[in-house]
Structure formats: C-alpha cells, structure tokens
C-alpha cells in the first residue's frame, strides 16, 4: 500500500475508521434486507402496480427533503444525526414486524412505512457522506471511498439472499426483523466513533454567536458551491453522469434481457459483472489509497465509461454485454470514487453535509425519475437508441469536467 504522509494514520488501521465501515456495512446490509422484505410484503398484500406506488413511496419525501437534509448533517453534526436517523429506521421496522406478525394491516403500512424511510433517508444519506472526512485525515480520503465501495458491494451479495431467506423461513415479518436487527448492530459501532474537533466549536464554555436560520445556512451552503470552481463544475458532472447511467442499468439492462432473451439469470450475469469490476475498483483504491491528477482522471473515466454503456445495448453476445459491463463497473467504481473524495476533499468542512446533500439530490432523488421515462422511450425507439443517449448523457458530463480547468487540475491530498 502506498504509505501515508508522515503523522498520518492510515484508514484501514484507523479504530474509528474500522468503527465506521463495520456500522456502514451493518446498516447497507439492512437496507437490502429490507427492500427485499418491502417488495415481497407489497406484491402479496396488493396488485403489481400497487407494489410499484409503494416502493417508489420513499423518493417523494426524499428528493423534497435531502438539501434540508444537508442543513441538519451541518448543523448537529454526522455521528448524532446517523445514529438518531437508524434508530429510527429500526424502530419502524421492528413495529411493522410486529404488527405483521399479530394481523393483516395490508398496503397502508407498508406505505407508511416506506414514506418514513423517505423522510429518514433525507437527513440519513448528507450525514452518511460528511462522517468520514470528520474522522479521518483528508489524505486518507479516497481510500476510505474504496473501502466505502467494498462494503457496499459486500452488503449488495449478502443483503438480497438474507432477505430472500428471511422471507422463506418467517415470511415478511422476519425479513423485516432480519434488517432491524443488522440496522440495531449498527448503533453501538456508530456511537463509538470519534470525531475530529472543528476548529469553529470554539473552547468549552464560551460564547458562540447565534446560529443562523436553516433557511439562511441552506443559501450559504448552495452559495458556497457556487463559488467554488471545483465544486460547482463537480456537481454539475455529477447530475449528468447520473442522469445518463441510472436509468439504462436498471430499468434498461431489465427490457434488454428480456428482448435479447437472456431472462432473469442472464441479466444477474449483467450486474455481476458491473459488481465485479466496482469491487474490484473499490480494492484498488483501498490498496492504493490515492490516484494522481484525480479531476482528470475523473472526467476521462466518465466519458470513456459511457462509450461502454452504450456499448452494452450492442453486444451480439450475453458472453460480451458480461465483458463490457465489467468495464463499466471498473470505470463507474473509479469515477464515483473519486467524485466522493474529491468533493470531500475540496469541500470546507464545515459544508460538508450540504455539499455532500446537493450530490444525493441528483443520484438519489432526481436520478430515479429516469426509470419510467427509460421505460417508455424503449418502448418508443427501443434499447440500442435509447442506451445510445443516455451514453451521450453521460459522456456529456465527462466533457463538462474536461472542460473545466479548475476540475481538470484537482487533485487529492498527499
């Protein structure tokens, strides 16, 4: 591994750090136990279209609520608002468990459930990506990224069988004590991790100035990433990456499997390959730990990247689309790497959550509202044409980052 600059602890030796990734990989792992319990519980209680309003519920709240989101990361700081935010999710579940267990409640709670998780997600996610430039070093960064991915990747193998076996042995109501079990493991790793001072605190006992209101800190937070050449022209990459690359990898890789004949197995092959070639991307940047002229990087591995995705609508051979999707996992992984470090990295801290909160709105709230347009321009034009703008989508946000002097100039830390 490369060594770290001198006084430096590396992240994967780093308690705190270890403390962190342990409860992230708890809490990631909950969360696909628990669409895996959501979706099973939404298809016997209603019809498929019903199913759908419900597993949609949580991006109405969330794409609404995420930048208030950031404000409160900011403002209370990223430890206390994660563990508040998974000790409720936790308690929603366990009492959506029980009350399964005990009647019927049908397709309202599951709703109420899933619209919970919305608002939560809105302050859960900002405060999620500041933690960890509050308690490691910023030249530790981009390997903590990897390792980031490396548990989301784990968590993505593990998750959908644990739930899948949940569902078998006690049907929805274990599933569901399945995820608020793993999302309560999450807590006491959470809550014995250690934040850096900031230097605004200010010593013990005295005054601080009045804080301003949420509604003035969010300005202050959009007006800061305005400012700033890197971030501005970041986050501006960020929105068109994700725009192009959401919809073509889930509802288009689904459309195309069945038009190509691959069915459900051929289509997991697909995503296993794009999963292996993040992970295998994540590894590296954790053994790594850094990757020179990082704004560069960023932009031309988002902009080649795209040409694969709208390489893989193409491909004669489900043997080839597995090949080009694993390229595209090896770029993907990279770029989003990057992207996370880099924001962090260039990022005041005292921003972090509404920078990081700005990010989530496109790939999190605004992204998925991709899927049904996806879907009904395929049903247009079809998966090759559509598969071939989105790519445009995305090459456009790799051109935009090389069009940037400022971005193409970044670097990580030393």
Known sequence: MSEPVTGERPAHRDPDVLRWLGAYAA??????????????A??????????????????????????????????????RVLLTSSGVRCAAVVTVAVLLLVSSPGLWLLGVLALVFGVVDAVLMPALGALPARITARGQLARVQGMRGMASRLANVVGAPLGGLGVALGGAAAAFGTAALLFAVSLPLLATVRMRRRPWDGAVGQDLPPRPTAARELRDGLS???????????????????????????VGLTLLADERGWGASGMGWVLAGFGAGAGAMSLLLTVRGR???AGLVLSVT?????????????????????????????????????????????????????????????????????????????????????????????????????????????????
């Open 224 to 250: 800061y990433i305005r400012r700033s050449p890197v971030l501005a022209r970041l986050m501006v990459v960020i929105a068109l990456s994700d725009l192009g690359f959401v919809g073509p990898l889930n």
């Open 27 to 40: 809490s990631a792992t909950g969360d696909n136990v628990y669409y895996m319990a959501l979706s099973w």
């Open 302 to 414: 988002i902009a080649v990247g795209a040409v694969a995705v709208g390489a893989i609508a193409y491909m004669p051979t489900l043997a080839a689309a597995v090949g080009v999707a694993l390229a595209v996992g090896l770029l993907a992984g990279l770029s989003g790497a990057l992207c996370g470090a880099l924001m962090q990295t260039e990022s005041d801290p005292a921003y972090i959550g509404r920078v990081t909160s700005v990010a989530n709105l496109f790939n999190l709230g605004l992204a998925p509202l991709t899927f049904p347009l996806t879907g009904a321009a395929i049903a247009l034009w079809g998966t090759g044409p559509v598969f071939a703008a989105s790519a445009g989508v995305c090459a456009l946000g790799g051109l935009t980052g090389l069009g940037s002097r400022a971005l193409r100039h970044a670097e990580l830390p030393r």
């Open 291 to 293: 990757v020179p002229r």
């Open 42 to 79: 939404a298809v016997q209680a209603g019809t498929p279209s019903q199913a759908g309003l419900v597993m949609a519920a949580s991006a109405v709240p969330r794409a609404l609520l995420i930048l208030g989101g950031g404000v409160i990361a900011d403002r209370f700081g990223p430890r």
